[in-house]
């Protein structure tokens, strides 16, 4: 594994591409990142180019992956938007490109998102989980325990709600 890490990296139009590209490859094998698969890159775009908006303004951070200069994990550290919540922050979209998942990528993408949030001097980190999708299991191997469950929060087709589970990891 050759992989190194870059915390906001220039989002030039050639990197918001790929990061578009990444979104729609991983959502269109099954990852959970926001939408149901199929997708193309339209109906991606205007998440993405929010996600990456609120990056460019230094609202949120983004922590980008790369193997031999392709980009290949991704991870966006989202400000709360709120007064009283500025202790903590929600990690969104964890994603790993398909063909290197498995390869140790994500486990190497949550510990390096852990050592920003220190750096931070961050209080916690919170991830949501789709239930269905297994990737609580994923989550607990970094300490993140169940601290929530929204109950059908989730619609990701007719009759298919699924719940949205709320972890948390303190880092004190
Ligand atoms: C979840 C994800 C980021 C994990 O990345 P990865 O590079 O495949 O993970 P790793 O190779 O570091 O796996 C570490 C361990 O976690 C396990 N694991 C990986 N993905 C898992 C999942 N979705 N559910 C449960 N366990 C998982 C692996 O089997 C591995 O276990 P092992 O060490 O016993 O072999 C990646 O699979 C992904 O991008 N999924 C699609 C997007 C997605 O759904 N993201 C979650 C949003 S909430």
Redesign the pocket.
């Known amino acids: 594994m050759s992989l190194s890490f870059e915390l906001d990296p220039p989002l030039t139009d050639d990197l918001r591409e790929r990061v578009l590209k990444l979104w729609v490859d ?1 959502t269109n ?5 926001g939408f149901v698969p199929p997708v193309t890159a339209a109906d991606v775009r205007p998440t993405a180019e929010r996600s990456l908006d609120a990056v460019q303004a230094g609202t949120d951070r983004l922590l980008a992956g790369f193997d031999d200069g392709e980009l290949v ?1 991704l991870l966006f550290v989202a400000d709360n938007g709120h007064f009283l919540k500025q202790h903590w922050r929600t990690l969104k ?6 063909g ?11 510990l390096q998102a852990e050592a920003v949030a220190r750096k931070m001097d961050l209080d916690a980190l919170q ?4 239930s269905g ?7 607990a ?1 970094f300490g993140y325990r169940e601290v929530g469950r929204v109950p059908s929060a989730l619609r990701v087709g007719p009759g298919d709600d699924r719940d949205e589970i709320v972890m948390w990891r303190e880092l004190r």
């Open positions: 991983v094998t099954g990852g959970a990142v994990a979209r964890v994603m790993v490109t398909p290197s998942q498995g390869r140790g990528y994500g486990s190497a993408l949550m991830v949501t989980v789709r999708s297994g990737t609580e299991d994923f989550y191997r």
